[in-house]
């Protein structure tokens, strides 16, 4: 028999949110971990709102707005405005944020807001840093294996916003979108030239044949047992700007491992400089060899013959997964914010969630 189509709603609704998500939901292994976490930074979140004045009016939860960033994250939400058009409809959404069904959604003003502040006070910083304990912990990561690269980050500016930093008064307005001004044939470099959107991007190009552009750098280092990021960093793109903040955040790696340790990396690492500079902080640098580099390679059978190079060569590609997620599902390819201060800020954000999603992959195989 046909069944009629017809709306009957009750007056009263006795379900919880809870019993929507199903039980094996990816999401709430995540959420699990994510609320152990921010239990954890409580003390970070009490020095946010303790200089501000009382009786004024409440702001959104940090654990809430720290959540909703990361759905944004997980599910490749384009903009604010957009996520808080899903929060108010999904129930997923609003089970994972903490909102009960009848709670009011916040304004994307609002949410943008509240999101500064965590920008100020590097809470981010110590989320990711949260996230790395829980991988300890559950016992995800060797300590003493590692790899690292580069990757450029696309900012939010145009070519036409790259213009000479002092300007006569009669030169012609600064570019933009609908500017007409023919630059095809001038040179530009970062020295003479810089993006009137964002002053902090810096024009790059990765290699030879490829087109420069308005970027960043990011920097990730990822421990080789399951390929989980253990330190990432932003910095302003140049020629060296991969080496010198590989140095830095191996040689962190080394004093916290409290013993020697290794670095699996591609050519751009082997150089003299670099491999000195791993080995004076007590790391082995299992760089790939640039045999057509001048001088020929700073690796030498002395590090190649052992069986652990052909291991971190092998494990070093697995970093190329990181960038990948963080580009396609992530938000870092174009990074929709301005400023050295808030790429860094999303890019630690975007490793935070490639973490907690590597570590429910993980959870799951286990079980």
Partial sequence: MRGADGYTESMFTMSRLDDFVPANHPLRPIRLWLNDALARMDAVFSRMYESELKGGRPSIAPEKLIRALLLQVLYSIRSERMLMEQISYNMLFRWFVGLAMDDAVWDHSTFSKNRDRLVVHDV??????????????????????????????????????????????????????????????????????????????????????????????????TDNRHGLVVNAQVTQANGTAERDTAAQMLADAARVAGTSITVGADKNYDTSGFVATCRANNVTPHVAQNVGRAGGSAIDARTTRWPGYAISQRKRKCIEQVFGWSKTVGRIRQAMYRGLKRVDQLFLLTQAAYNLTRMRTLAARAA
Avoid at 153 to 162: L, R
Avoid at 198 to 209: E, N, V, Y
């Fill in 124 to 221: 981010i910083v110590s989320l990711f840093n949260e996230t790395v304990e829980t991988a300890r912990v559950r016992g995800h990561l060797s300590g003493e294996h590692f790899s690292v690269d580069g990757t450029l980050i696309q900012a939010w500016a145009g070519h036409k916003s790259f213009v000479l930093k002092t300007k006569s008064d009669d030169s012609p307005p600064d570019g933009g979108a609908g500017s007409q001004e023919n630059w095809h044939g001038q040179k530009r470099s970062n020295d003479t030239h810089e993006s009137s959107t964002d002053a902090q991007a810096r024009l790059f190009r990765k290699s030879r044949g490829t087109g420069a552009m308005l970027c960043y750098m990011g920097h990730v280092l």
